[in-house]
Structure formats: structure tokens, C-alpha cells
């Protein structure tokens, strides 16, 4: 909230017609409320932990984006700042993105434990010619492990889409008009990447909340 209130301040100034500024952080304040209510709901087990972290994620979107503005609109009251504010947010921008690809890339290598196919050789490598028992061979057929799928598809997405943001990144989204062109990732692209990255951030955790309260028979 004290971050919102900073954000009311900056980029809401007195005498101006800020209206799409307003919409911004007004509906993020809604998203922060609807992250507690639906974490708390008795049916949902959920925590507020988490639900705090993404609701401060979704504010630093917000406010990543209404800084992204261009530097001449009267709304933006960080334009005394604005090669600070560009440097930080490019900054930042790339380091969330390697970050993210690392992580991509950890959890994906940990969960291919078993890379090959059932039927290949060497899936039975460690399996016994001859069983001793009933009960052995039943025991071991509990024990064979199961392939893990493993996507490469989804694997070089991920790579592709890091990749393609990083270029934008650096490019400043190919604008290149006035003052803004000699500022890194400043300009109204920039403004909507941000806020559609909060709006499907906060889309993305209130379906893992409530998919499986709606879909109780599949697994998430």
C-alpha cells in the first residue's frame, strides 16, 4: 500500500487529466485485494506469503511500466530522472530474464529423470532375467520407474522468448521519437508489455488457486 501511495504521488500529479495513470494503479490495488481474499477463502488452501509476493511483483510491474512512459507527458513525474530510472529498469529487466531462464532451464533438467522411453534398451537394463518370487516381481514392478516427458518444444520457447525480450529490451521497443529515442526501453510498447505482464501474472495465479476447486478430478 505504501508503494501504491507512491505511485498515486509520482505519476498522478495535481491539474492534470491522468486517467490512464489512475486506471493503472487503481486496478493493481483491486488485484492486491482480490490476491488476499481468494488466498484466504476456506476452500482454497492458500497463504499470504505467496500472495504478497505476487502482489508486490504486479505493483513493481506497474510501476516499471508508468515510469516507461515517455518522458514529455505531463503525467510522468519521474522525467527529472530519467536516465537513473532507464539504466535501473534495463537493469533489471535483464537480470529477471536470466534469472528466469536459469530457473527454466534448472527445473526442467531436474524433472527428465528418466529420459528414456519405456521400450527402449536401456529401459530394462536394471530389471532381473529371472524374478525369484511372486512377490518380488510384483514388488519390482512397483519399483520400475516411470519416464518423466520431457518437452523440448517448451524448453526452447522459453529460450526464444528470452531472447526476443532481451533484444527488445536493449532496442527500447524500436521506438525511437523525440527525446525518448535516446532512452533505453522508454515509450507506450513498453507501457503495455509491462502492464499485460502484470494482468497475465495475476491471471496465471488466481487460476493455480481456483483450478483445482473448479477441476477437483484433474491434478495441477
Not at 6 to 16: A, E, M, V
Not at 43 to 48: M, R
Not at 93 to 122: F, H, K, N
Not at 178 to 193: A, M, N, Q, R, T
Amino acid at each position: 500500500f505504501s508503494f501504491s501511495g507512491l505511485l498515486f504521488h509520482w505519476f498522478t500529479p495535481s491539474g492534470h487529466d491522468c486517467g490512464i495513470n489512475l486506471f493503472f494503479i487503481v486496478f493493481t490495488l483491486i488485484l492486491v485485494f482480490v490476491f488476499a481474499i481468494v488466498a484466504l477463502h476456506p476452500k482454497i488452501n492458500g497463504s499470504l506469503l505467496p500472495a504478497s509476493v505476487i502482489a508486490l511483483y504486479c505493483t513493481y510491474l506497474c510501476y516499471s511500466g508508468l515510469s516507461s512512459e515517455p518522458r514529455d507527458y505531463e503525467c510522468n513525474g519521474l522525467h527529472n530522472h530519467s536516465k537513473a530510472v532507464s539504466t535501473g529498469s534495463l537493469s533489471l529487466g535483464l537480470l529477471t530474464t536470466i534469472l528466469s531462464v536459469v530457473y527454466s532451464a534448472v527445473r526442467a533438467g531436474s524433472s527428465a529423470t528418466v529420459l528414456s522411453a519405456p521400450d527402449s534398451p536401456r529401459a530394462g537394463a536394471d530389471k532381473p532375467l529371472l524374478p525369484f518370487s511372486k512377490a518380488d516381481e510384483e514388488a519390482e514392478k512397483k519399483d520400475v520407474p516411470r519416464p518423466v516427458t520431457y518437452s523440448y518444444s517448451f524448453f526452447h520457447l522459453i529460450f526464444s522468448l528470452a531472447s526476443m525480450y532481451s533484444a527488445m529490451l536493449l532496442t527500447g521497443w524500436s521506438t525511437s521519437v523525440g527525446e525518448s529515442g535516446k532512452l533505453v526501453d522508454v515509450g507506450w510498447p513498453s507501457v503495455w508489455v509491462r502492464i499485460a505482464t502484470q494482468w497475465a501474472t495475476a491471471g496465471l495465479y488466481i487460476w493455480s488457486l481456483v483450478a483445482p476447486l473448479l477441476f477437483p478430478d484433474r491434478e495441477f
